[in-house]
């Protein structure tokens, strides 16, 4: 059964700080992995999808790497902004369908 | 491009009352899936369409929950009778499609039910 866990559970950085959250998960045979920012109340908004061929993904400040031998995720965000902070979930999929979640990093910047 | 509509967005109703729930997918997107969300916790899938037909409801609780995308295109999720349990934010995402291309899930802003 795919396990996914996210590491750490909350963060809490000054503005303009660089910051790693990671993901890790049981099983490496898996199709694609996306991240995505919620906020309060509100409902998921994907940030990038890295497909299982890909090392890595960027957009904008965001950047995000996969290592599926070590069954490892990071999401790279540069110059972090108030605005930047929400919930970041990780996903993984392992069938082309279904994702399955992590718990979950509730990031806050504060300015 | 319209994204992934939801209604409605709150609702509140005692234990043992029913409720439904209703998603609008992105036009021409064949797949859809509901997604159940405990506070604190990542979703988790209950049911996934191929347009009108279920691909997988494995995690779907039946004996009370049921969910139907009749033309293809909105889908209803229901529950019948509510737990106290069942208190959750209720997703609906879509995608092109499914399978080893791995297509991209876009959500909806979701329904959040409490039940009292």
């Known amino acids: 059964k795919q396990e996914v866990t996210q590491i750490p559970a909350a963060l809490s950085v000054p503005e303009g700080e660089n910051l790693v959250l990671n993901c890790s998960f049981t099983?490496?045979?898996?199709?694609?992995l996306q991240w995505f920012r919620q906020d309060p109340g509100k409902g998921l908004t994907s940030l990038l999808l890295i497909q299982s061929s890909q090392r890595e993904q960027t957009s904008g400040r965001l950047n995000a790497s996969l290592d599926k031998s070590s069954g490892r995720s990071t999401l790279y965000i540069a110059a972090s902004q108030p605005g930047d902070s929400a919930t970041y979930l990780c996903a993984v999929n392992p069938s082309g369908s279904r994702l399955t979640f992590g718990e979950g990093t509730q990031l806050t910047v504060n300015p | 491009e319209a994204g992934v509509a939801q209604s409605p967005r709150y609702k509140i109703i005692e234990k043992r009352q029913s409720v439904a729930f209703w998603c609008n997918p992105i036009s021409g997107h064949a797949t859809l899936y509901w997604y159940q969300q405990i506070l604190g916790q990542g979703p988790k899938l209950l049911i996934q369409?191929?347009?009108?037909?279920?691909?997988?409801d494995s995690q779907l609780p039946k004996d009370r929950f049921s969910a139907e995308r009749l033309k293809g295109v909105d889908s209803t999720l229901k529950i019948q009778p509510a737990k106290l349990e069942d208190s959750a934010v209720y997703l609906c995402?879509?995608?092109?499609?499914?399978?080893?291309?791995?297509?991209?899930?876009?959500f909806g802003p979701g329904t959040r039910l409490t039940v009292t």
């Open positions: 099983d490496s045979a898996i199709y694609n």
């Open positions: 369409f191929q347009n009108n037909g279920v691909v997988d």
């Open positions: 995402a879509s995608s092109l499609d499914w399978g080893p291309d791995a297509y991209e899930q876009y």
